[in-house]
């Protein structure tokens, strides 16, 4: 299999607000293959949507080193890692982040890097169980649909890296079954998934298990 994630030596740190500076992340070293589901396991606190962050190029670590598809990104210029998002890797966070004006079509045709015809969305709308409300704005939308087009939206450019960061937050057992089938049919696909979560239903999908304790050298 190829790597198609890995975090080298990383480091990070925050300061405070009398400016100093708190060490989140040192030492951390992790991939992710194509095709494998890593469940990132957790509490809330524990650097996981750092590490998420840092691998979807939106932070930069202080030190080490972040590969997307075997090429260091880690010095990207905001433009580029724009790009890379774009074309490789795909986001899901807690909060849907959909466009609220927008329709859950319109929202993934905005987020498409090629032009897509009405019927192609339609289809990947169809398997998430979406086609009836793919022209219904997303503030109108329940959390468990927004967070379904959340995935389509970010699966739509078949990305290779998929980062996931508590996407069953609030969800209820049928709309979270959807989303652990949507990490489930992107792995199928090829993509690599990461996801960071202290949801233990997780482990169903999971080919491995990464707990902060091991990963980190220090805990925040």
Not at 70 to 96: L, N, Y
Not at 193 to 203: C, I, W
């Given at each position: 299999?190829?790597?198609?994630?890995?975090?080298?030596?990383?480091?990070?740190?925050?300061?405070?607000?009398?400016?100093?500076?708190?060490?989140?992340?040192?030492?951390?070293?992790?991939?992710?293959?194509?095709?494998?589901?890593?469940?990132?396991?957790?509490?809330?606190?524990?650097?996981?949507?750092?590490?998420?962050?840092?691998?979807?190029?939106?932070?930069t670590p202080d030190?080490?080193?972040?590969?997307?598809?075997?090429?260091?990104?880690?010095?990207?210029?905001?433009?580029?890692?724009?790009?890379?998002?774009?074309?490789?890797?795909?986001?899901?966070?807690?909060?849907?982040?959909?466009?609220?004006?927008?329709?859950?079509?319109?929202?993934?045709?905005?987020?498409?890097?090629?032009?897509?015809?009405?019927?192609?969305?339609?289809?990947?709308?169809?398997?998430?169980?979406?086609?009836?409300?793919?022209?219904?704005?997303?503030?109108?939308?329940?959390?468990?649909?927004?967070?379904?087009?959340?995935?389509?939206?970010?699966?739509?450019?078949?990305?290779?890296?998929?980062?996931?960061?508590?996407?069953?937050?609030g969800l209820d057992?049928?709309?979270?079954?959807?989303?652990?089938?949507?990490?489930?049919?992107?792995?199928?696909?090829?993509?690599?998934?990461?996801?960071?979560?202290?949801?233990?239903?997780?482990?169903?999908?999971?080919?491995?298990?990464?707990?902060?304790?091991?990963?980190?050298?220090?805990?925040?």
């Amino acid at each position: 299999m190829t790597s198609v994630l890995r975090l080298e030596n990383i480091h990070k740190s925050f300061a405070d607000e009398g400016g100093r500076r708190h060490q989140v992340l040192a030492g951390v070293d992790l991939h992710v293959m194509q095709g494998e589901i890593v469940w990132l396991r957790g509490e809330s606190g524990s650097g996981k949507s750092t590490i998420l962050n840092i691998s979807g190029l939106l932070s930069t670590p202080d030190a080490g080193r972040v590969w997307i598809n075997g090429h260091d990104r880690t010095k990207a210029s905001p433009r580029a890692a724009a790009t890379v998002r774009s074309k490789e890797i795909g986001m899901v966070f807690q909060s849907s982040n959909l466009l609220p004006e927008l329709t859950a079509l319109e929202n993934i045709v905005l987020a498409s890097s090629r032009q897509l015809s009405r019927e192609a969305v339609m289809q990947r709308l169809e398997r998430f169980g979406l086609a009836a409300v793919a022209d219904r704005k997303a503030k109108r939308l329940s959390g468990g649909q927004q967070q379904r087009v959340a995935f389509c939206r970010a699966l739509i450019n078949q990305p290779s890296v998929l980062l996931a960061d508590e996407p069953s937050s609030g969800l209820d057992a049928s709309n979270t079954e959807a989303i652990l089938e949507a990490m489930r049919s992107g792995a199928e696909s090829g993509c690599g998934v990461l996801v960071a979560s202290h949801d233990e239903v997780f482990k169903h999908i999971a080919h491995r298990q990464l707990p902060m304790s091991e990963v980190l050298v220090e805990q925040v």
